[in-house]
Nanobody, 116 residues
């Protein structure tokens, strides 16, 4: 089993920035991919950004140019830098790690609220 712990969420004004962190209980080098998902009230969970073991990244269209996913193997951590935040970015953000076809892990989520 792997534990994923998110941090960095909070309340920010429109146009502001936050950096989310997801720290794993063991090395992240074995994961096929890691990513960030979000779920707003009354909506389905959606993919925000992913990064593969090979370093390829993918972003949903609405965050391209504003969000950046990165990782630090030594710290066993994946980050999501979020700039130019908008009210529609408000959601609970979840960290995800895919080990293989059978094992996928989720963090407990961190709340991001964008409001003036």
């Amino acid at each position: 089993q792997v534990q994923l712990v998110e941090s960095g969420g909070g309340l920010v004004q429109p146009g502001g920035s936050l950096r989310l962190s997801c720290t794993a209980s063991r090395s992240i080098a074995r994961f096929y991919a890691m990513g960030w998902y979000r779920q707003a009230p009354g909506k389905q969970r959606e993919s925000v950004a992913t990064i593969t073991a090979g370093g390829s990244t993918n972003y949903r269209d609405s965050v391209k140019g504003r969000f950046t996913i990165s990782r630090d193997y030594a710290k066993k951590t994946v980050y999501l830098q979020m700039n130019s935040l908008k009210p529609e970015d408000t959601a609970v953000y979840y960290c995800n790690a895919v080990e293989n076809d059978r094992n996928t892990f989720w963090g407990q989520g961190t709340q991001v609220t964008v409001s003036s």
